[in-house]
């Protein structure tokens, strides 16, 4: 991917959603280029996320925390708590569906986020909302559901590129905390993988000491990408 096949754009600073008090930049690759189907794959070996339309790398002129990470997928062995975790949800039922909005899925996404993010925006989500954040006319998607019964618990937002998986969002039943269904998901996002034999699950950024991303550091074998390219997230 390289920049003069490409157009980049840098948006202008606005509140960082990780740290109070700071402002953050992304750089964008343009929204209208025909072949972002194409350019995709190679998007995330350079560390960029999926968020609706647009393909996002942190750019901030002072702050460097958000770090791509992904599983290495061939080497990856779940510890004793995701093991734990497999075995608390062995009653669900995992299923690849067509990505896109229904009034079920709508529902489930409202109430995660007026659980997760009140007051944060998002939390009043329209239907409209959810096709623009969660879709793209150019991405694979797939939903990964998981079902108790008839119930549906979770969605796991997957796109699936020839090179690599990208865990793009999951939203549950707040009431089910006990099951650990964000866990549980991106070891269903690591068996697809596996299945389809596609090297590397994209967890997007990780950010060292950070509380709502240390649960990245547990499915390892994890990279990093530095200056230098891809490596092995040093154990601790």
């Known amino acids: 991917m390289r920049s003069d096949h490409v157009r980049l754009f840098q948006t202008l600073p606005h509140a960082c959603g990780y740290f109070a008090g700071r402002t953050a930049q992304n750089l964008v690759i343009d929204p209208a280029a025909p072949q972002l189907d194409r350019l995709y794959g190679a998007a995330l070996d350079h560390g960029f996320r999926r968020a609706g339309g647009h393909l996002y790398f942190p750019h901030c002129p002072n702050c460097h925390a958000c770090t791509p990470c992904r599983i290495d997928v061939a080497n990856f062995k779940p510890d004793r708590a995701q093991r734990r975790c497999l075995k608390r949800n062995a009653d669900l039922k995992v299923s690849e569906r067509m990505a896109g909005y229904n009034s079920e899925r ?87 993988a596996r299945r389809r034999g596609i090297p590397w699950v994209y967890l997007g950024f990780w950010i060292e000491n950070h509380s709502k991303m240390d649960y990245k550091r547990r499915f390892r074998p994890l990279q990093i990408r530095t200056a230098d390219g891809w490596v092995d997230m040093p154990q601790t």
Not at 161 to 168: E, P, Y
């Open 106 to 192: 709508h529902a489930l996404y409202s109430r995660y986020l007026r659980t997760r993010h009140p007051g944060g925006g998002m939390d009043e989500a329209e239907a409209s909302d959810f096709r623009r954040f969660l879709t793209a006319p150019w991405s694979p998607t797939v939903f990964l559901e998981l079902h108790l019964g008839e119930r549906l618990l979770a969605v796991a937002v997957t796109d699936i590129c020839a090179s690599g998986i990208s865990a793009v969002y999951t939203f549950y039943d707040p009431d089910e905390q006990e099951r650990s269904l964000g866990t549980f998901a991106i070891l269903q996002q690591v068996a697809l």
